[in-house]
């Protein structure tokens, strides 16, 4: 077992701000990015939380990353924008295209922001929910280091790139989908390699292309993508979207952050705002929200110890327990983020 | 071997539109339709083409789709349309959705269309083509009568629902991916049993929850999501986008057009439409598209026969020999239209 901490959400958030400004960003900035991983331990996806600032740090301290980069926003469309992230902080990045985006569907019903020159911008579901929060429903996608091979190849040109959708709901919890494009996610793989632990077969391959069940072997192979082909093509149009589109880099062209620590990945996002109550009335989209989630919920369970539940239901569930009980992250991830933060 | 015929597109056009008129439409809607259907059975998507006339005419007549249904649009925010297609027919419905869209796309740069009161519309591929040839990229999606048990539920609950991406690409080819959220579509397997052919494993269940091959027990029973979990999550995002935010119906509100012929579905689909040339130069985008195709073309084969394509590259090849050559259609298919369109 990983030996754990738990403390407040306001003790967390702070302890990242101080860090990542410790680093070199600007105090509202660190504050923003800080928001962003905290939510990410707050669902329990700790691979994606607080557990990054060291990484992002180390690459800032590289020169892989400018943690002082002046983001620039070009309004294209009166609802599209193009933000070009200038080697920043992921989650920042993420952050000013979330903003832009729904700055475009508060004024237009539907707006999108398209982001290059980014990083790593944590998991898609901190962004969704933050969307979510204030009515907006959400498409959000981002490539990534190539990992996977395009289907039926033997080469990893293709990362198994996010893709998220989130839907609010009036008086309740949002839906939100966040997933990888592999069965697996790398960090996954990443976490069994470092306990030394086998992974499940599917996963992924070694280096020459076979299925293996050896973590270490698996990070210097490929990942296999979710549903065969229609996993592939997914992935290939996320990277045209977020990528392609947004004039950042796309399939090889993109850096590996841990093969290239010290380069700019490229890296481009998505997001996409739909402004909700220009649909309907609150009430309409509470009841019919509600109704969905029973008519879900009410399904008969092949396990009936393990009831059917909605996309994000479980980690909407640590987000609560959270508030409640404090976030809950590594021992190790909180000793080295405070001594980043100097504390 | 199914017997084959081949003709012009023009021809087929004709004889699509002139059935659909017969049957009550519009003349200039039974055409919109039409371009839909043909459109399909060029990509060689013959589940989805002009064989589904006689199914929306049978439709028709017995009441559970009205051909000369008035459609409303609702423009509720500069980019962003609501639309009743009135219980119409769905490909009618559908270009209504993606001309709302489009024009919201035109005006801000994005622009959705939400549809409700509608029905089965076709394949995606053809909306997401006939946008890319206007510069447009796309998000489609529709939900469906419903095929799928919730993950690690066993009743069926929520449909196949379809989701579809599309690029445009100014010198060359679109790439589209237009995929059901089953491993394999309900059409697929309605063929199978129709000449009394097993099915794959992975496929479909029997009523009971049961795997099958047994194409007949799985049309009783429930197809498998792609992916599992992931595939499940992603049919929800569809319905709660393309069904509850239109106001349509959803998840087992939905009615089954093979069970129920004679009532409305009330399907909803969504429509997310964004202006590439406000992105960047044509130019760019020209270079960009060819970069991204070689690097996905040059991929070392694992089998050499097969070389890695793009999604939707095998339809758009379809397609440009269906305009050298003319359309095949099943001879079958064809002798039923030109009944209905009484030639």
Redesign the interface.
Known sequence: MTEEATLPEDRLLALASSALERGGMRGEEAAEAARVLVLADMFGLRTHGISRVAQYLDRVRLGGIDARAEVAVHR?????A?VDAANGIGPLAGMRGLREALA?AR??????A?VRGSNHFGPIAPYAFLAAEQGF?T?VASNATTTI???????T?LGNNPFG?G?PNPDGDP?I?D?ALS?AARAKIREHAARGAPIPEGWATDAE?NPTTDAAAALKGFLLP???H?????A??V???AG????AA???HVRAWDKDPGLAQDLGHVF?V???S???PTEW?RD??AD?AS??HD?????PA??????GEREMQALHRARREGVRVAAADLRRLEELAGS
Do not use: E, Q
């Open positions: 294209v469309a009166p609802a599209l193009l475009g004024a237009a019903g539907i707006g999108a398209f429903a498409i091979a395009p289907w039926g190849g033997k080469d040109r959708i839907v839906v989908l997933m069965v292309g979710v549903g065969g229609k996993g592939y093509g997914l290939i149009m990277d045209l979207l392609l589109l947004s004039g796309y399939l090889t996409i739909i402004d909700a220009r649909l309907g989209l019919r929200m969905f008519i879900v399904t008969p369970a092949a396990d393990r009831p059917v539940l909605l996309p």
